[in-house]
């Protein structure tokens, strides 16, 4: 874990995140006592084999590791555990406000109920101060649609644990977002807010069916948009955030290098990106780190960084007031100007 003394003005500026999974975000030494609770694992020996284990041949290799790792995740007190670790994890990054998604639906084959799940999550958050973090059902679009409207109905009796969107991620490319039309006409009378992981294993047809057939409020990636130039041009006249992760791209195939990465050109066309680390603890990979890359390879300026940041508190789902103090807080901070 790192220091509280943080070497990089990456690092100590205030940040937010709107698309972070708690599953992914498990820092390795938390992982790593879950593995040995249960037996240990004969693929990883140590945790430098487990850092090893998170390398990536493709989008459907991270998946399979994805369903590996949360085979740790077996009694509520896990979650509870986890979720303390990763938010003292992202407090120490000076994140001060996250909406992290997490997957209840992975876990119905070992008894636990989603609602305790929520309940864990939010038991394990509450311990640590100076970081709020509000929740994001994945319902998970490989999911029967019967079965994701249960999980949706039972989310929704434990709303008030912080709990303010649904968001559906997992195989993109075989399940289309049309089939969860009527569970996300469902979760807007139910007062949640929408996202949808599209553009990621998928292409440009994927982003257009989360923003016809679902109406969502934001897009989770939206990388393969530049495969249709009127979509482009729909995202920057409509200003549908886009919860971009460029690092994660790279890890998962979606993106040859960090250097053919579209965001760039998405921000100087006028879409409403945000900068997001999607599964840090399987991509090895920080919001510093993803804010120096803009620095460092897309040439962005530091005021520019600044303007991805608070883009992030406007496109999240906050209320007004509680953005407009979060935007001042973090404008008046000292480590906001410093270099």
Known sequence: MKSKLLDS??????????????????????????????????SVQNINALQDKFQFRDFSHFLENWAWKNSFLREYEDFTFISEAIAKDLSNQNLKYVEAFFSPVDFEMSGLHPSRIAES??????????????????LVRDTKIKKAENFLDQIYEVKE????????????????????KDIYQKARHYDFRTTAHAGEAAGADS?????????????????????????????AEHQIPLEMCPISNV???????????????????????????????????SLAEEYMNLEKIFELSRKEIQRLILQGIKSSWQSENK?????????????????
């Open 251 to 285: 890890c998962t195939g979606v993106i040859q290098n960090i250097e053919s990465h579209p965001i760039k050109e998405f921000i100087n066309r006028g879409l409403a990106v945000t900068v997001n680390t999607d599964d840090p603890k399987m991509f090895n990979n």
């Open 323 to 339: 953005k407009n103090k979060l935007i001042n807080n973090f404008q008046n901070n000292p480590n906001w100007i410093q270099d």
């Open 161 to 180: 644990l912080g709990i303010i969107g649904i968001g559906i991620g997992g195989a993109e490319h075989d399940f289309p977002p049309s089939r969860f």
């Open 9 to 42: 003005w990456y690092d100590r500026i205030p940040k937010v995140e709107l698309h972070l999974h708690l599953e992914g975000a498990i820092p390795l030494d938390a992982l790593w006592t879950l593995i040995q609770k249960y037996g240990g694992d004969s």
């Open 207 to 235: 982003i257009w069916g989360a923003i016809r057939k679902l109406k969502v409020d934001r897009i989770g990636h939206g990388t393969r948009a530049f495969e249709d130039e009127s979509l482009l041009d729909y995202l």
């Open 121 to 138: 999550i939010r038991t394990g958050l509450s311990k640590v101060s100076g970081i709020e973090v509000s929740l994001i059902v994945d």
